[in-house]
């Protein structure tokens, strides 16, 4: 089992930044794809950005490119998740997950342990 545990969401105005961590313990994090995914108020949860276990390889969602980037420190077994210019449709609660395919992939079905969650809330 993996125990993953984000940290640093919170209550933000529209255009400024936040990040979020995203701390494991458990399994040999280096080997693992990480992935970061929300869910908004009455919407379904969908994917944000992905890390693959290298570190180098990296993919987003369109609605968060060029604002977003993932990334991770291995020996720290810790993700992050840094927004910029945030945006009030941002707010949701965001999630990471890892996933044994080592991608960092934007399919759910792929990711076998999750976070409980961090609130991310942007007000203009």
């Known amino acids: 089992q993996m125990q993953l545990v984000e940290s640093g969401g919170g209550l933000v105005q529209a255009g400024n930044s936040l990040r979020l961590s995203c701390k494991t313990s458990?399994?040999?994090?280096?080997?693992?794809?990480m992935g970061w995914f929300r869910r908004a108020p009455g919407k379904e949860r969908e994917f944000v950005a992905g890390?693959?276990?290298?570190?180098?390889?990296?993919n987003s969602a369109d609605s968060v490119k060029g604002r977003f980037e993932s990334s991770r420190d291995n020996a720290a077994s810790t993700a992050y998740l840094q927004m910029n210019n945030l945006k009030l449709e941002d707010t949701a609660v965001y999630f990471c997950?890892?996933?044994?395919w080592g991608e960092g992939g934007s399919s759910s079905e792929r990711y076998i342990y999750w976070g409980q969650g961090t609130q991310v809330t942007v007000s203009s």
């Open positions: 458990g399994r040999n994090f280096a080997m693992y794809g």
């Open positions: 997950a890892a996933e044994a």
């Open positions: 890390i693959h276990w290298n570190g180098r390889e990296k």
